[in-house]
């Protein structure tokens, strides 16, 4: 048990500095910090008011850019898990030695 434990232990403490990471990157996105505020010009037309009854290019630009917000938070993903396996390994690695 006390095995076990001291490998767990392990791994959590491997793990640990790459989630409190994660937690630190999500909380300040770097997008939105550099984004530029739009500028409005004077003889721009005005957005149109959302109606009831979208049109279909209105839909399709809808569904285009919710495709792309999804591949964005998407693509970080596999990423971030490779990270959290590699510090679960390197905890079982340590927590081996130290037992062995």
Do not use: W
Not at 48 to 71: I, N
């Amino acid at each position: 048990m006390r095995k076990v434990l001291f490998t767990l232990a392990a791994c959590t403490l491997c793990a640990a500095p790459l989630k409190a990471q994660a937690v630190q990157a999500a909380a300040v996105d770097p997008a939105a910090v550099a984004a530029p505020a739009p500028r409005v010009h004077e003889d721009a037309p005005a957005a149109k008011a959302p109606s009831l009854y979208p049109t279909t290019d209105e839909v399709r630009q809808q569904v285009a850019a919710a495709e792309r917000d999804r591949a964005q938070r998407n693509a970080a993903v596999p990423n971030d898990f490779l990270y959290l396996v590699a510090a679960i390994v390197v905890g079982v690695v340590i927590a081996a030695l130290l037992l062995g």
